[in-house]
């Protein structure tokens, strides 16, 4: 869908949906949204880009740096070695491509320590990177959900070297991931919540819990089950698929088929189903959207559909890099201060 179409729709779709409330404005929470995005071209300590997002390919760069606060426990968190710090959420662009998008970044695929692939559908893992000769640097991790293992090897990804998970595993660089299984298609698709050691060790030094910390990773999802909710609740950075206005779905020329199986429970989330589930798991501070069909879908209307909510956003799309997403420690819960009471002298 164009701009000049989405334009078109706007008025209408908008109209239609009489969208339920978002959340209430809250000035101070929304003067905090600079914090967490970067500007054009500049990344942050740690953060999230997704390179690209949509059907014809997705592909999320997570960059692991140093200490950015000289405080606290972080002062001596050196960080990962360099050629383990960027890690790849499916690897949905061709290879050239992925190299390009990550020339934009400043980075390149020699800095790649890890892979995490969520399924193995085309647009999550393009077949340039299956074959006799892996592209991705010698010693990177990959790693493939338990049940897509048979497929993976078949589809000799990476030349035939990875890791299958089917509960929670940790990177050369710290990066703890915690995986849930969710209905898409035949054989399902990962979502993730991802801490770094960091941020474990921030936690764990303040008594504090996992709440305010990590990435939330959930795309091609079908349902936002009350586990996969609870599984990522009150994350740092929620990112999660908005795939299309049920509207535009039905009145599209997609075949019955295709409708049903997008729609069905086993197959995207829409608009509407993500708003309520970023609702429920209540992210602290970002929110990225993703995989937006191009053909029943419209950025316009679905930034519409969270004006006034207490998160920053970010739309990811097909055709270019969003910008940095950062990685902050959870605040400190602050202290209550008790008042001194001083006699008064007799
Ligand atoms: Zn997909």
Same mark, same amino acid.
């Given at each position: 869908?164009?701009?000049?179409?989405?334009?078109?729709?706007?008025?209408?779709?908008?109209?239609?949906?009489?969208?339920?409330?978002?959340?209430?404005?809250?000035?101070?929470r929304?003067?905090?949204?600079d914090l967490?995005?970067?500007p054009?071209?500049?990344?942050?300590?740690?953060g999230i880009?997704?390179?690209?997002s949509g059907?014809?390919?997705?592909?999320?760069?997570?960059?692991?740096?140093e200490?950015?606060?000289?405080?606290?426990?972080?002062?001596?968190?050196?960080?990962?070695?360099?050629?383990?710090?960027l890690?790849?959420i499916?690897?949905?662009?061709?290879?050239?491509?992925?190299?390009?998008?990550?020339?934009?970044?400043?980075?390149?695929?020699?800095?790649?320590?890890?892979v995490?692939?969520?399924?193995?559908?085309?647009?999550?893992?393009?077949?340039?990177?299956c074959?006799e000769?892996?592209?991705?640097p010698?010693?990177?991790e990959?790693f493939?959900?338990?049940?897509?293992?048979?497929?993976?090897?078949?589809m000799?990804?990476?030349?035939g070297?990875?890791?299958?998970?089917d509960?929670?595993?940790?990177?050369r660089?710290?990066l703890?991931?915690?995986?849930?299984?969710l209905?898409?298609?035949?054989h399902?698709?990962?979502?993730?919540?991802?801490?770094?050691?960091r941020?474990?060790?921030?936690a764990?030094?303040r008594?504090?819990g996992?709440?305010?910390?990590?990435i939330?990773?959930?795309?091609?999802?079908?349902?936002?089950?009350?586990?996969?909710?609870?599984?990522?609740?009150?994350?740092?950075?929620?990112a999660?698929?908005s795939n299309?206005?049920?509207?535009?779905?039905d009145?599209?020329?997609?075949?019955d088929? !295709?409708? &049903?199986?997008?729609?069905?429970?086993?197959?995207?989330? =829409?608009? #509407? *189903?993500?708003? %309520?589930?970023?609702?429920? $798991?209540e992210?602290?501070?970002?929110?990225?959207?993703?995989? !937006?069909? &191009?053909?029943?879908?419209?950025p316009?209307?679905?930034? =519409?559909? #969270? *004006?006034?909510? %207490?998160y920053?956003?970010t $739309?990811?799309?097909?055709?270019e890099a969003?910008r940095?997403?950062?990685?902050?420690?959870?605040p400190?819960?602050?202290?209550?201060?008790t008042?001194?009471?001083?006699a008064?002298?007799?």
């Amino acid at each position: 869908m164009d701009d000049h179409s989405a334009q078109t729709l706007l008025p209408l779709a908008t109209e239609i949906f009489a969208a339920p409330s978002a959340q209430p404005r809250r000035a101070a929470r929304r003067a905090q949204r600079d914090l967490f995005s970067t500007p054009a071209g500049e990344r942050p300590d740690s953060g999230i880009c997704v390179l690209a997002s949509g059907s014809a390919g997705n592909c999320s760069a997570l960059w692991i740096g140093e200490a950015e606060h000289e405080d606290g426990p972080t002062a001596t968190w050196s960080g990962p070695p360099v050629r383990e710090r960027l890690v790849l959420i499916d690897l949905g662009l061709s290879p050239s491509v992925t190299r390009k998008r990550l020339h934009a970044q400043g980075l390149s695929l020699d800095l790649v320590g890890s892979v995490l692939l969520t399924h193995l559908d085309r647009d999550h893992c393009h077949e340039g990177w299956c074959g006799e000769h892996s592209l991705l640097p010698p010693g990177c991790e990959v790693f493939v959900p338990k049940r897509s293992r048979d497929r993976a090897k078949s589809m000799n990804l990476n030349a035939g070297v990875f890791h299958a998970f089917d509960s929670r595993f940790r990177t050369r660089a710290g990066l703890e991931a915690l995986p849930i299984m969710l209905s898409h298609d035949q054989h399902g698709a990962a979502a993730f919540r991802l801490t770094l050691a960091r941020e474990r060790a921030w936690a764990r030094a303040r008594n504090l819990g996992s709440a305010g910390t990590g990435i939330g990773y959930a795309t091609d999802l079908g349902r936002a089950t009350p586990e996969l909710v609870e599984h990522l609740k009150h994350v740092a950075i929620l990112a999660i698929e908005s795939n299309y206005c049920p509207t535009l779905q039905d009145v599209s020329d997609r075949p019955d088929f !295709l409708k &049903r199986r997008i729609t069905g429970g086993r197959g995207h989330l =829409s608009n #509407h *189903e993500c708003l %309520d589930a970023i609702h429920a $798991i209540e992210p602290r501070d970002h929110v990225v959207l993703l995989h !937006l069909s &191009r053909e029943c879908n419209c950025p316009l209307l679905v930034a =519409s559909l #969270h *004006e006034g909510a %207490d998160y920053a956003m970010t $739309i990811s799309t097909q055709d270019e890099a969003t910008r940095w997403v950062r990685l902050a420690p959870p605040p400190v819960p602050s202290t209550i201060i008790t008042p001194t009471f001083t006699a008064p002298a007799c």
